[in-house]
């Protein structure tokens, strides 16, 4: 059986709301008003709390990226390479990360430590380590990935937005200068290189080879 069909009336508009000139001008006399409101304010110093703080405030809109919201502490930020106590890198170039990487986007270049250092024919080192950040998305999988936390997402900054597509695409250099949120470039855990009693692994001095 069909249903009743509803007319529904359609809404009068007078010639002053057809035209919209009237709520052209009335609006532009709002953002005026604001307009000149803010900058009486910025050039009094007069400046309300709601503008200064407005997340305190409880307002969600904030002027970025004068304003930041807070990062949460887990926040997957540009890369950086943790340092060692002796400043070399903690990376031992063992391609964990770029096997993970699911953009491709990590090119290592493994080396050798040179003849009488500890770690030569144990562990390697990145000769050449690269990102490619702008093909980077950020999924942290390398980080999870690396078993010597040796590459972090803690830094809590974005890329920066270059102009050139070159300068998005980060070395070692830069990767090992980079410093966390809390300005360091180390790591939180302790490494014991080989030959340190605390080593908790196998190495020459106390493996047995
Ligand atoms: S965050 Fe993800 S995409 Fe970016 S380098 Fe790491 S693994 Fe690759
Ligand atoms: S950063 Fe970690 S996972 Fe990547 S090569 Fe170095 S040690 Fe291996």
């Known amino acids: 059986?069909?249903?009743?069909?509803?007319?529904?009336?359609?809404?009068?508009?007078?010639?002053?709301?057809?035209?919209?000139?009237?709520?052209?001008?009335?609006?532009?006399?709002?953002?005026?008003?604001?307009?000149?409101?803010?900058?009486?304010?910025?050039?009094?110093?007069?400046?309300?709390?709601a503008v200064k703080n407005p997340l305190a405030e409880g307002i969600a809109t904030i002027s970025y990226p004068e304003q930041k919201r807070p990062y949460a502490e887990r926040w997957r930020g540009v890369h950086r390479l943790t340092h060692r106590d002796d400043g070399s890198p903690r990376c031992v170039a063992c391609l964990c990360c770029s096997t993970a990487c699911p953009a491709q986007c990590i090119y290592i270049k493994p080396g050798e430590y040179p003849e009488g250092d500890a770690r030569r024919g144990y562990e390697r080192y990145p000769v050449e380590f690269v990102i490619d950040e702008l093909r980077c998305i950020f999924c942290g999988f390398c980080v999870e990935a690396c078993p010597c936390?040796?590459?972090?997402?803690?830094?809590?900054?974005?890329?920066?937005?270059?102009?050139?597509?070159?300068?998005?695409v980060y070395d070692k250099d830069k990767l090992m200068s980079i410093v966390s949120q809390h300005g360091t470039q180390n790591s939180e855990n302790t490494r014991h290189e080989p030959g340190d009693a605390g080593h908790p692994g196998i190495d020459r001095l106390h493996g047995g080879h």
Do not use: C, W
Not at 22 to 41: I, Y
Not at 149 to 168: C, L, N, P, Q, Y
């Open 1 to 49: 059986m069909p249903g009743k069909t509803k007319v529904l009336k359609k809404p009068s508009r007078t010639i002053s709301d057809q035209s919209y000139v009237v709520e052209v001008m009335k609006g532009l006399g709002v953002t005026l008003k604001h307009f000149f409101q803010g900058t009486a304010q910025m050039v009094s110093g007069n400046v309300p709390d």
């Open 149 to 168: 936390d040796a590459i972090r997402m803690d830094t809590g900054v974005h890329v920066t937005a270059f102009e050139v597509k070159s300068d998005f």
